[in-house]
């Protein structure tokens, strides 16, 4: 089967395990690339960039961790 190449905010957010509303402002704020079809102005993600995003999110993970190492605790 093969998978659509565009989701619906709704199918990001089960992808992410987040709420649609987190979605919706990621994707308003530019956060999460996405477009906007139809007369109504639905919007949809690549599915492409939904895993740009994600490898983003990884690396930027990674950066973070390695900034902010977890402090060792005091041998007694």
Known sequence: MVEP???LLSDV???LNVSDSQVYHMVRS???PAIKIGGRGQWRV???RLEEYIQLKY???AEW???NPLAERDEE
Do not use: D, M, S
Request: aromatic fraction near 6%.
């Open 59 to 61: 690396t930027e993970t």
């Open 5 to 7: 190449r565009f989701l």
């Open 13 to 15: 957010a089960t992808e």
């Open 46 to 48: 690549e599915r492409a």
């Open 30 to 32: 530019g956060e999460l």
């Open 65 to 67: 961790v390695r900034k």
